[in-house]
């Protein structure tokens, strides 16, 4: 089945770690979106991609990293420069025949 | 700076009746506005969606209210029932930067 496959699903952390989330799509989508999603915050965007090789800053970017040397693969780093990490993580990517963002089934982060 | 602005923050409804939950954007450069559903420890999924030329679109039990001059819209669900109570996101698409902006969110409980 095609879809967005994040992992690991629960993931906890010592503080000063740097710890890469995956995110992996067989829906042959170009654009590929991580959000973070904190309670009555709702999901603001990390970081993005519309393309191989290329990616743009979202809205809270700082101390995380991304990469997209695939156009399946668009992992995630959380650096220890993340003042608050502990969060659910959410994985997506675009389709722009339906115009639709499809969603993984997230990543929990606890920092301990 | 929040761009999508979505109240309330919950909802309690009893069985039956009608859900209603309201949005407000700024940006004009918005142009496709879907809702999404979420339920616990799941990543959202697409409800329902509109473009900006209608002013109104109904599948099933949602329906969704535009309206272009006010800059707002809306998510009614008619008969709600227990299996709705979720959190929902309303967003917004900006086509230039190609990203979705989503509201705060709403958590909403069906009393049976």
């Known amino acids: 089945d095609g879809g967005i496959t994040q992992s690991p699903k629960y993931l906890f952390r010592k503080e000063g770690q740097n710890v890469t989330l995956s995110c992996e799509q067989n829906?042959?989508?170009?654009?590929m979106y991580w959000y973070r999603q904190d309670p009555g915050q709702g999901l603001r965007l990390i970081y993005y991609?519309?393309?191989?090789?290329?990616?743009q800053k979202g809205d809270i970017a700082e101390g995380y990293s991304v990469s997209r040397e695939k156009k399946e693969s668009f992992p995630l780093t959380v650096t220890s420069a993340q003042k608050n990490p502990t969060a659910f993580y959410l994985c997506?990517?675009?389709?722009?025949?339906?115009?639709?963002?499809?969603f993984g089934e997230g990543s929990r982060l606890t920092v301990l | 700076q929040q761009q999508v602005k979505q109240s309330p923050q919950s909802l309690i409804v009893q069985k039956g009746g009608i859900s209603i939950i309201n949005c407000a954007y700024e940006?004009?450069?918005?142009?496709?506005f879907p809702w999404y559903q979420q339920f616990p420890g799941k990543g959202p999924a697409l409800l329902i969606a509109?473009?900006?030329?209608?002013s109104e679109k109904k599948e099933g039990r949602f329906t969704i209210s535009f309206n272009k001059s006010a800059k707002q819209f809306s998510l009614h669900i008619m008969d709600s029932q227990p299996g709705d109570s979720a959190t929902y996101f309303c967003a917004a698409f900006d086509q230039g930067a190609q990203k979705l902006v989503f509201g705060q969110g709403t958590r909403l409980t069906i009393n049976p």
């Open positions: 509109i473009r900006p030329d209608v």
């Open positions: 940006n004009t450069a918005f142009d496709y």
């Open positions: 991609s519309q393309i191989v090789n290329d990616f």
């Open positions: 997506a990517s675009f389709s722009d025949r339906v115009g639709e963002l499809f």
């Open positions: 829906l042959n989508h170009d654009a």
